[in-house]
């Protein structure tokens, strides 16, 4: 059993940097592939970046590559996601996931924290 909580989100302008941290419960965290998505109103959940049990796996959404990094610190259990020039369409709420791959879909994860609230203006 895992639990998340995200923190870091907030309202910015379009060009400035956030950083997501989610944090998780329990002792398995590094056996864990970490993944964020995020969700805009009336939208589906899309896929931003998910990272492997170790660090040494990292897979990214076209719309974010080069913009975002995706980190992990398994001592801390926490992972976080470096978001650099922010545009108005990044805006939505995004979630962190655990799950047993690096997988792109979020059917695949099975723990889910409650989501943190990022607002870019433009």
């Known amino acids: 059993q895992v639990q998340l909580v995200e923190s870091g989100g907030g309202l910015v302008q379009a060009g400035d940097s956030l950083r997501l941290s989610c944090t998780a419960s329990?002792?398995?965290?590094?056996?864990?592939?970490m993944g964020w998505f995020r969700q805009a109103p009336g939208k589906e959940r899309d896929f931003v970046a998910a990272?492997?049990?170790?660090?040494?796996?990292?897979n990214y959404a076209e719309s974010v590559k080069g913009r975002f990094t995706i980190s992990r610190g398994n001592a801390r259990n926490t992972v976080w996601l470096q978001m650099n020039s922010l545009k108005p369409e990044d805006t939505a709420v995004y979630y962190c996931?655990?799950?047993?791959?690096?997988?792109?879909?979020?059917?695949?994860?099975?723990?889910w924290g409650q989501g943190t609230q990022v607002t870019v203006s433009s």
């Open positions: 990272i492997g049990w170790s660090g040494g796996t990292t």
């Open positions: 329990g002792r398995t965290f590094d056996t864990y592939a």
């Open positions: 996931a655990a799950g047993q791959t690096v997988a792109t879909t979020w059917r695949l994860y099975g723990y």
